[in-house]
């Protein structure tokens, strides 16, 4: 398996974690609300991203979390998964500004600064992405499985 489909799996895997839906949840088909001023379920946006990303539709998942971080600006997962598309994109300017967002709400999520290493890596900003990973690993090493 490659990075990137890693990358891809553990994304998802982290939505999931962060908000606990239950599998019935992610397999129900909802229609989403099409009106502006109506208002969306943090499980509305989930259910939308993870179906985008399924479907390897980085544009539209760009716009839904563009959408969402504008919704929601001190939400972690709209800001993360708007990276993750950037990333998809190799928008990795973009990506590093999404992501960046995502750590001051959430610093302490392994996989985000595993991404912003990605990004930086990406732009050859090799101490960055250094920095970067050596604190996805510590995080990653303190979580209790």
């Known amino acids: 398996m490659n990075f990137c489909m890693r990358l891809k799996i553990i994304s998802c895997v982290i939505f999931l974690q962060i908000f606990f839906l239950p599998v019935s949840v992610l397999g129900q088909e909802q229609q989403m609300p099409n009106e502006k001023s109506e208002t969306r379920s943090e499980a509305d946006w989930l259910r939308q991203s993870i179906l985008l990303g399924d479907q390897q539709d ?41 992501l960046q967002k995502a750590s001051q709400i959430n610093p302490e999520d392994s996989s985000l600064w595993g991404n912003i290493g990605l990004s930086h890596y990406s732009l050859k900003n090799y101490v960055e992405a250094a920095s970067a990973f050596r604190k996805s690993i510590q995080l990653n090493s303190e979580q209790d499985y």
Do not use: Q, T
Request: net charge neutral.
């Open 58 to 98: 980085w544009m539209g998942m760009r716009n839904w979390h563009s959408e969402w971080s504008k919704a929601e600006p001190n939400n972690f997962a709209a800001w993360h998964g708007l990276g993750v598309a950037n990333i998809n994109l190799n928008d990795f300017s973009n990506a590093i500004k999404a």
